[in-house]
């Protein structure tokens, strides 16, 4: 057979290096064309992850036992011989860049699984990687830099589940840089600075939101035939919103990205939610970056126990002791109680005129006042119960007005009373201890000093925001409430306005531990009407104008541009089957009862559509009894497209 | 202690007084038991208690009695047991006595009474007092027995105890109780005791056992507020007393138990609510399987769907009597409207309302009381406001249809995953009864009344102690059934197998159930053990005795060993081994996808021989003919199989009378005439047999 020269590309030997030539046949298999290259070389080192890259086809010649013959390489290819993982730099869910090493030739299938198995998150098929948004990223490339999280060194492994140690993956127990990259993935990063926010590309539109989803990389080809080159940056996202078997035990750095990509969603209006749910979010953030200071680690500590339970056993480990009386343990028993002079108006009485200063007293979950003092021995003028009313603060630091509105139930309707306090402490006690009332708790109740405390730590934070309007970035315990809620919000109201009414959010929210708290923020997230649509714009056929196409996880729905409103859904369990013709780029869709669609896509490549439908499909499928192992080729079938097959 | 003993006496003052005033009212308290009024104290909240007992009904009152006459029967032992452990101890004397917590005037409850309620009565038994009773007869007994601590480390102990103890009690004596009157569909009414700690789910179970109702998961308890119109019916999850509470002293509000199919709709037809939008034709053909995938979708997940509702609907403006439109939207987090002139886009939503604080009612007759565009509305306000307020936000809808969405989708919004877990209880528990009405019923028309008296005494214990039917309950339900219909000629044979009546019986109370459950599946096999678990089993005789006599078909399974009437019957008997066999045919409710056992459905075939999978009546005609028709075939085969118990009693049946009846039950043998006559004997056995078993207990 004829001997022919072809020559390689050794990417060890560096950018300027010629080519080296070998002398092969066409029967000679890739394996046999990589061993000569080798040896030609001359260089001693691990050649194991090296392959074959056929560079005018944009293909790898994987295959080792294939000839030269089967590929179709003729004498005029330009083979490069170079690793199969390289660096990659990919900009996490909490908006951090860690570079590391990822398969540059096996379909980004396979290259996420990788990624998601170093960095410990399961269930890769919910993930996938797409190519950033270009704008604003020149100027900051240079402080992103600095940032960077480097885990190149970290050993390729095949296991499918890293070993752990000391509740980590092993390979990041390494060093402390290693601890420190670990630390950034599964704990919640502090809230950003509202500039930062108010920097970020936000969506203005539907047809914005439909933009980034062209960007996605198709699932089935690697990313060097997608065109990525070493240390390019990507991000790594959820792309299907069909999140399986959460477990806060096992994932940890699932939930933890999973709620920045939810955070960040919420702060670019990526997902609209109304005034009060933003507000609820904000708490909640809030909440969870002050929980993360305190609880170094995603561990649910013990819910705040029942009064008489921790009474009783109080008493228990009492009785251990010393033994003690009876009458001491009905001390303990009966409930604290507040008393002071606080000033109450009663705004619908109008026999009370503005607020006269009364003699309060709280025990239990009522509020019993009297003239003075002296009198609290007698009848109160009145005892209100504050089970079940709603408590709404009024309070302005700088004015030093601390107020507790009450909205009190009663047969005839809603009776309004207003306590006005002195100072912060004083508000603090009464107000916390009006938010357990409210929900029927004591002042017994465990969670009543943690209550003060976060109210306290609240106030702080709105003296810090009337002083220096937010220009500080969020540091330690003044956290700035823009941080906490879009950039809408910051023109419509000022710091202080905001700061009551995130605060009024928070009460119920307050005292979930963090898992409970990171969990109820994704549970709001994903009611919201809008969560887990993915948007292209297409044209249907028949028609003239651009829709746009909403991908849910059990739905497709159609969006007139025009009015902003659905027009159409359809849902998966319906379907037939779907049919993509890639010549035309169109999309064919069959519905049981003869419902037939079609349209072709206009801001996405239509594989990509053809994805996610097919992908959805796939999530579908998952079940507790595989869902250990990962059935990669149904999902390629799925979502493959002609090419995979 | 000096302070508890103040307590005490203190309360024992309050209920002196109340117990004079009691006297004074002749017709209420006329059956005490003796040991009753020694021991009892009555503490009642309301000083017009006469009044209100006056106005309740005589069987009320008797109801009532016979609940807490239970109670103390329950309380009187636990206290002896007290008293032997806690002799030290001051405290227990007065608390002792049960309270009586009569009262009321039909709806509306009395007010909690601080009652010193019995720690160890049943009911206590379910919740936190489960730990008094256990702590007063456990504690006082280990010390004495335990490998010799000592003498301090006793003293300390008993200390511990007491005060335990006396912290309980302490605590129970806060449980406030209503009296509650629960108005039925046919205009009678239930009378029950709830404890405040008591769940509506819990309530239900009361009023399923008191009413003997098919137990459906539509049954439901409402409340109405008369003066506003209104109607809610309560979510199986909540308290029952805290809304009760919230009435005025003079309401007329009242509790309904009735059949509301709107309150699972939701997840039998998911599809209304959750793809309202499609087509009526869409909808109704919506398959199973779809549906289970909706429900999947929007109660299984991470966090649960409500259904995206937007429309336009008629407020009533703040205090006005004008009615506006606006666009409404449903959220998780609320009402919001479109205010005028802005886009439906969620940052223009203006919140209307949020559900933490406010519950959904139905308004009834709007039209006239408020000029509502429709009848169709529905109402948001806090729990506490019972009289017209401007807190009170009304809404109207242009049809029913759109109404159910609303007021569901709320729902949804406000209970979450509850409410599918509400769902599934109750589904349980209709099926598992539907089982055992199925079986029951065939076997005698019995279903009807059971003899008052041993209804009184039966729902007596059900009531007060809703949760914890004792054993003894629920075989005095199943008695009740059993009773009416021993079959005629083969009933002979039949008597002997109450057994398995009573296990399907005893399913219904809360405890049963996972029995109930168990035995229906392995039923075939076990059925003989299960019976024998119970103590009325047949043979035994037991001072039970309530269930013996009546239910005739369905003891087959386990009566032919012991007493196998006459051959002839047995010989029909066939079908009902093989469960698989007779499965099929018989389970007339078989709606159920529980596997009905065999052991259910065979009860009703044995009876009569001729028809296989007869539905139960037919069996008692068919009873009197003995051998004709061939039994089901497959049934006879599959016995032998089955365990050597079922093996016996096929064998018997299909070889004929291979066992002869131990003991003929001559009475009953008279076809029509043995019914009667043996309800009058079961009964008074049934009393007897009562009244042994409490004493013994």
């Known amino acids: 057979m004829a001997v022919w020269d072809l020559s390689v590309t050794v990417e060890d030997l560096g950018a300027d290096a010629p080519p080296v030539t070998l002398s092969v046949t066409s029967d000679l298999h890739v394996g046999g064309v990589i061993l000569k290259l080798v040896e030609k070389t001359q260089i001693q080192q691990d050649w194991s992850d090296h392959a074959l890259w056929w560079e005018q086809k944009q293909k790898w010649l994987l295959r080792t036992a294939w000839a030269l013959e089967k590929y179709g390489i003729h004498a005029d290819a330009r083979l490069v011989f170079m690793p199969q993982h390289k660096p990659l730099k990919l900009g996490l869910p909490n908006g951090k860049t860690i570079r590391l090493l990822a398969s540059f030739s096996s379909p980004v299938f396979q290259t996420v699984t990788g990624i998601c198995r170093m960095l410990n998150i399961r269930h890769p098929e919910e993930l996938s990687l797409l190519r950033p948004i270009e704008e604003k990223r020149k100027k900051k490339e240079k402080d992103m830099s600095e940032e960077l999280y480097d885990i190149t060194m970290v050993p390729l492994s095949s296991a499918s589940r890293p070993c752990m140690y000391n509740g980590m993956p092993a390979h990041f127990a390494d060093s402390a840089d290693m601890e420190a990259v670990y630390k950034m993935l599964s704990m919640t990063q502090p809230p950003p600075a509202p500039e930062v926010v108010a920097k970020q590309y936000r969506p203005a539109s539907v047809v914005d939101k439909a933009h980034i989803n062209g960007r996605w990389l198709d699932s089935s080809r690697s990313l060097l035939q997608q065109g990525i080159q070493e240390n390019d940056r990507l991000w790594l996202r959820f792309k299907y919103y069909s999140f399986y078997d959460i477990e806060p035990k096992y994932d940890v750095v699932r939930l933890t990205q999973l709620y920045e990509q939810a955070r960040w969603a919420i702060l670019l209006e990526d997902i609209d939610c109304t005034e009060e749910e933003m507000m609820l979010f904000g708490a909640l953030q809030y909440h969870i970056s002050k929980v993360a200071q305190s609880e170094p680690q995603l561990l649910a500590s013990a819910a705040a126990m029942d009064d008489l339970d921790s009474a009783l056993q109080s008493l228990e480990v009492k009785l251990e002791g010393e033994s003690s009386s009876a009458s001491e343990m009905l001390d303990n028993m009966t409930a604290p109680e507040l008393n002071d002079y606080l000033k109450i108006f009663r705004p619908k009485r109008l026999t009370l005129k503005g607020y006269k200063l009364y003699w309060v007293k709280f025990k239990d979950t009522s509020i019993s006042y009297f003239k003075s003092k002296e009198e609290c021995f007698g009848e109160p003028i009145q005892q209100i119960n504050l089970k079940g009313c709603e408590v709404a603060p009024d309070v302005n630091v700088a004015a030093n007005k601390f107020l507790i509105r009450l909205l009190i139930p009663s047969p005839e309707g809603m009776n309004e009373v207003y306590l006005r306090c002195e100072d912060e402490q004083q508000y603090a006690q009464w107000m916390a201890a009006c938010r357990l009332a409210s929900k029927g708790k004591s002042l017994a109740d465990s969670s009543y000093q943690s209550e003060i405390q976060s109210i306290c730590s609240f106030l702080a934070m709105q003296k810090t925001n009337s002083g220096s309007h937010g220009k500080t970035p969020a540091a330690d315990e003044s956290i700035n409430t823009y941080s906490l809620v879009s950039p809408r919000y910051h023109k419509k109201y000022k710091a202080k306005q905001l700061t009551p009414r995130i605060l009024d959010a928070y009460q119920n929210v307050s005292l979930l531990t963090l898992t409970d708290a990171v969990m109820r923020f994704l549970q709001i997230w994903q009611s919201l009407p809008d969560f887990g649509l993915s948007y292209v714009v297409v044209r249907f056929k028949g028609s003239r104008k651009d829709e746009v196409l909403g991908i849910a996880p059990n739905k497709l729905i159609r969006i007139d541009l025009g009015v902003g409103d659905v027009v159409k859904t359809w849902r998966y369990n319906n379907m037939k089957q779907w049919n993509v013709n890639w010549d035309i780029k169109q999309m064919a869709i069959e519905f049981e009862g003869n419902v037939n669609i079609a349209f072709s896509c206009v801001t996405a490549d239509c594989k990509i559509v053809h994805e996610f439908i097919g992908g959805y499909i796939f999530m579908s499928t998952r079940s507790r009894e595989k869902s250990d192992t990962l059935n990669e080729e149904l999902f390629h079938k799925l979502t493959g497209g002609h090419e995979a097959l | ?697």
């Not at chain 2, 008597?495 to 075939?524: D, E, F, M, Y």
Request: with cysteine.
């Open chain 2, 1 to 697: 202690m000096d302070d508890i003993d103040a307590m005490f006496s203190d309360l024992l003052g309050e209920m002196d007084l109340l117990t004079q005033s009691l006297g004074e009212s002749t017709e209420p308290l006329p059956p005490p038991l003796p040991s009753a009024q020694k021991e009892v104290n009555f503490s009642i909240g309301f000083t017009d208690l006469n009044e209100s007992l006056n106005e309740l009904e005589d069987n009320d009152l008797d109801a009532l009695m016979n609940d807490l006459m239970a109670d103390l029967n329950a309380s009187e032992e636990k206290l002896a047991a007290e008293i032997e452990g806690l002799k030290p101890a001051p405290t227990p004397g007065p608390p002792q006595s049960a309270q009586l917590a009569p009262k009321g005037p039909g709806p509306e409850l009395l007010p909690p009474t601080p009652s010193l309620p019995s720690p160890a009565s049943p009911q206590s038994g379910r919740s936190s007092t489960v730990t008094s009773p256990a702590s007063s007869t456990n504690s006082p007994l280990p010390p004495p027995q335990a490998s010799k601590p000592t003498m301090e480390e006793i003293e300390a102990q008993m200390k511990a105890d007491k005060i335990k103890l006396a912290l309980e009690k302490l605590k129970e004596a806060k449980v406030k109780k209503l009296v509650v009157k629960v108005l039925l569909n046919d205009g009678s009414s239930k009378t029950l005791m709830v404890d405040e700690r008591q769940i509506v789910r819990e309530v239900l179970e009361n009023m399923f056992e008191k009413t003997h109702c098919d137990c459906n998961v539509d049954w439901s308890l409402c409340e109405t507020n008369h003066e506003l119109q209104l109607e809610r019916l309560f979510e199986d999850h909540e308290n029952m007393v805290e809304p009760l509470l919230a009435w005025t002293r003079d309401s007329e509000n009242q509790v309904l138990f009735k059949e509301m199919p709107e309150k699972y709709e939701v997840f039998k037809n998911p599809q209304n609510f959750y793809l309202w939008k499609k087509d009526r034709k869409t909808l109704k053909d919506m398959k199973d399987k779809d549906k289970e995938i909706l429900i999947k979708e929007n109660f299984c997940g991470t966090s649960i769907i409500v259904p995206d509702l937007e429309g336009v609907l008629h407020l009533k403006e703040d205090g006005k009597k004008s009615w506006k439109q606006r666009l409404f939207q449903l959220r998780a987090s609320g009402i919001y409207y479109v205010p005028k002139g802005k886009t439906k886009s969620s940052r223009d939503l203006v919140c209307f309302v949020q559900f933490d604080n406010v519950n959904v009612y139905y308004g009834q007759d709007f039209k006239t009381k408020y000029k509502a565009p429709t009848d169709f509305c529905f109402v948001l306000k806090h729990p506490q406001i019972q009289k017209e307020s401007q807190y009170i936000k009304y809404l109207c809808c242009d049809d029913a249809r759109t109404m159910k969405l609303w007021v569901t989708g709320i729902r949804i919004a406000k209970y979450g995953a509850a409410l599918y877990e509400n769902f599934k209880a109750s589904e349980k528990k209709a099926a598992v009864s539907a089982m055992f009405s199925n079986r029951s019923s065939p076997s005698s028309s019995s279903q009807s009344t059971p003899s008052p008296t041993i209804k009184a005494k039966s729902s007596g214990q059900a009531n007060g102690h809703a949760p914890q039917p004792s054993v003894g309950t629920i075989m005095q339900d199943l008695g009740d059934f059993p009773p009416p219909p021993p079959p005629p000629s083969l009933s002979s044979g039949h008597t002997v197998p109450h057994p398995p009546p009573a296990s399907g019986s005893s399913s219904p109370p809360p405890p049963p159930p996972q029995s109930a459950k168990k035995n229906s599946i392995k039923l075939p096999p076990k059925h003989h053990q299960s019976s024998s678990r119970f103590p009325p089993s047949p043979h035994s005789q037991d001072p039970l005795p309530p269930p013996p006599p009546p239910p005739p078909n369905e003891d087959c399974s386990d009566a032919p060993p012991d007493f196998l009437p006459p051959p002839p019957p047995p010989a029909s008997f066939p079908p009902p081994p093989p469960s698989v066999a007779s499965f099929p045919p018989p389970p007339p409710l078989s709606s159920m996808p529980l596997p009905p056992p065999p052991a259910f459905d065979l009860p009703p075939p044995p009876p009569d021989p001729c028809f296989l999978p007869p539905p139960p009546q037919q069996a008692f005609t068919g009873a009197g003919a003995p051998p004709p028709p061939p039994p089901p075939p497959p049934a006879a085969a599959p016995p032998p199989g089955v365990g050597p118990k079922l093996a016996v009693r096929s064998g018997s049946l299909k070889k004929g009378p291979p066992a002869p009846p131990k003991r003929t039950t001559p009475p009953l043998h008279g076809a029509g005439g043995g019914g009667g006559g043996g309800d009058g004997d079961l009964m008074s056995e049934l009393m007897l047999a009562m009244r042994k078993k409490r004493g013994n207990v």
